[in-house]
């Protein structure tokens, strides 16, 4: 397999082009194609501005096995999706189903409703007048004027560039009032036997190895400007016509794997984990124990940087998860019997075909998060405080990956992994998708929120952004129709109404 098939910055030169819309949508991930759809079924004109060259984000980008929390509290056009998956298989609803299966769906949705794609555009500039967007032009020359932009992208690079406020990292714990932020050190996901962590075991002076920070133990509840790992969701097969062997990638050093080496000498029970099933005799492979899929400590730098060094970051992930399965699959440090289990296992051949088997979408858990003046914190999920201008529901755990590794008393740490439940379904407030009034005014953000590190940890599920991304277009509408000026003065009662006539589920009793 030829290296770099897919590369996460790769523009096409074209003639310069400017169109003028009612709504612009920059992100075609599954809370942008949903926004478009909305949008169009509402009688506007919309542009979807897509950075990559597929739609539906992680939705069609491999994560597969849905992450739900309720599904009682997921309506509208995101259940509307799901039961769509389910026709093609003959189901009222499908939650594990095949990448190519959501891809196609979400393409056949766009074309129903007559909605123009640009793929391969890459933001450049944001023109304001005042507080509102005029328009944003693109690397590749495509200038889109529009009335009312909703920013769907997993990074926030429309809201950034925008001048909203936004923040970047753990926040302490004393920020928000909160319990779970910041510093993290728990049991998941965790060395459960010692490890050492040097490059000569039990010399410190020989160096750590590859991927331990350098700093030492940090209190609980610090914040800090890391951010929770990053991995590709693999679509794996064990059908021998639809299998793609592992293959060596370029640049593998195996010495990158000398922490996994010393782990699995011990105990490769682990190797053995999240490997859930989807349709079509496939399965979601995830992240999972102290050493496995998650880059940690590769990401921190992703959420603000420019485009040429997020395709530095984006082809390490690429180059460490390659390399990962290959070492587990040779490598003869590794048991043999868990070399024969990786190896039963190869890329799905009839997914992701044009780059190999290997998903495009790479998984942004978190990146920028909008800073307004309602930002969702632990209190939201635990039921402590209650926004009056719910836009939809959250209900998965407050889950963050690990965020770092370090050395302490000759072993080694993950330090960053929490997965704490919400008491129950919770409202996110529209407050928290629109930025302050005083930054901009015709901007709508359903993606990077307003939310701490560990409430969006618990927000940031495929089905909830899909939510977040209808509810978004709602308001942009309901803006538009009402001759608002900007999306914070809509009225709530006008939006909550229209919310409720698209299925959207905005509250939980608490009999529930």
Same mark, same amino acid.
């Given at each position: 397999m030829n290296e770099n098939l897919y590369y996460y910055h790769s523009p096409q030169e074209r003639e310069a082009q400017t169109i003028d819309v009612d709504i612009c949508i920059y992100g075609g991930n599954a809370a942008g194609v949903i926004a478009a759809v909305q949008a169009a079924r509402d009688?506007?004109?919309?542009?979807?501005?897509?950075?990559?060259?597929?739609?539906?984000?992680?939705?069609?980008?491999?994560?597969?096995?849905?992450?739900? !929390?309720?599904?009682? $509290?997921?309506? =509208?056009? /995101?259940?509307?999706?799901? @039961?769509?998956?389910?026709?093609? *298989? &003959?189901?009222?609803?499908?939650?594990?189903?095949?990448?190519?299966?959501?891809?196609?769906?979400?393409?056949?949705?766009?074309?129903?409703?007559?909605?123009?794609?640009?793929?391969?555009?890459?933001?450049?500039?944001?023109?304001?007048?005042?507080?509102?967007?005029?328009?944003?032009?693109?690397?590749?020359?495509?200038?889109?004027?529009?009335?009312?932009?909703?920013?769907?992208?997993?990074? !926030?690079?429309?809201? $950034?560039?925008? =001048?909203? /406020?936004?923040?970047?990292? @753990?926040?302490?714990?004393?920020? *928000? &009032?909160?319990?779970?932020?910041?510093?993290?050190?728990?049991?998941?996901?965790?060395?459960?036997?010692?490890?050492?962590?040097?490059?000569?075991?039990?010399?410190?002076?020989?160096?750590?190895?590859?991927?331990?920070?350098?700093?030492?133990?940090?209190?609980?509840?610090?914040?800090?400007?890391?951010?929770?790992?990053?991995?590709?969701?693999?679509?794996?097969?064990?059908?021998?016509?639809?299998?793609?062997?592992?293959?060596?990638? =370029?640049?593998?050093?195996?010495?990158?794997?000398?922490l996994l080496a010393r782990y699995y000498a011990i105990d490769h029970s682990e190797v053995y984990g999240m490997y859930d099933a989807i349709r079509g005799d496939k399965v979601d492979k995830n992240n999972h124990g102290a050493v496995s899929t998650d880059f940690i400590g590769g990401n921190w730098l992703y959420p603000d940087a420019g485009y040429a060094a997020r395709e530095t970051i984006f082809q390490a992930h690429v180059r460490w998860q390659k390399g990962l399965f290959w070492f587990l699959a040779t490598d003869e440090r590794v048991p043999a019997e868990a070399r024969k289990w990786v190896n039963s296992w190869g890329l799905a051949k009839d997914e992701f075909v044009e780059t190999g088997g290997w998903p495009h979408q790479l998984y942004i858990r978190e990146a920028r998060r909008m800073v307004s003046d309602y930002v969702s914190t632990d209190a939201d999920c635990r039921h402590l405080r209650r926004p009056d201008d719910s836009v939809g529901l959250a209900a998965y755990n407050m889950d963050s990956h690990n965020c770092r590794r370090f050395a302490i008393d000759g072993r080694v740490r993950n330090e960053g992994d929490v997965q704490v439940a919400p008491t129950g379904p919770y409202p996110i407030s529209y407050r928290s998708i629109v930025p302050r009034a005083t930054e901009c005014a015709n901007l709508l953000v359903p993606v990077c929120m307003a939310a701490s590190h560990i409430a969006y940890g618990s927000i940031r599920m495929e089905p909830v952004f899909i939510i977040l991304g209808q509810s978004a277009a709602v308001a942009a509408s309901v803006a538009l129709a009402d001759g608002v000026d900007a999306v914070q003065s809509i009225s709530y009662a006008r939006l909550r109404s229209r919310l409720e006539q698209a299925g959207q589920v905005l509250d939980w009793p608490a009999a529930k």
């Open positions: 009688g506007h004109s919309v542009a979807v501005v897509e950075p990559g060259g597929h739609l539906g984000g992680l939705t069609a980008g491999g994560l597969s096995a849905t992450d739900i !929390g309720n599904k009682d $509290a997921i309506g =509208g056009l /995101s259940r509307e999706l799901y @039961r769509a998956f389910g026709k093609h *298989y &003959g189901v009222e609803e499908e939650w594990h189903f095949e990448p190519s299966v959501a891809e196609e769906t979400l393409k056949a949705w766009v074309a129903q409703n007559g909605i123009p794609v640009y793929f391969r555009h890459f933001l450049d500039t944001v023109a304001l007048d005042g507080k509102k967007i005029v328009s944003i032009t693109t690397e590749s020359g495509l200038t889109v004027q529009a009335r009312i932009f909703i920013d769907c992208s997993y990074e !926030g690079d429309l809201m $950034a560039k925008s =001048g909203v /406020s936004y923040h970047v990292g @753990r926040e302490s714990n004393d920020v *928000y &009032g909160e319990t779970l932020n910041g510093v993290q050190h728990r049991d998941a996901h965790q060395f459960q036997h010692p490890v050492d962590p040097y490059v000569v075991p039990g010399d410190p002076s020989s160096g750590l190895l590859p991927g331990i920070d350098p700093v030492g133990p940090i209190p609980n509840g610090t914040g800090d400007h890391r951010v929770q790992a990053y991995n590709f969701r693999l679509c794996l097969t064990k059908r021998p016509d639809n299998l793609i062997p592992w293959e060596k990638p =370029g640049g593998y050093d195996p010495r990158d794997y000398e």
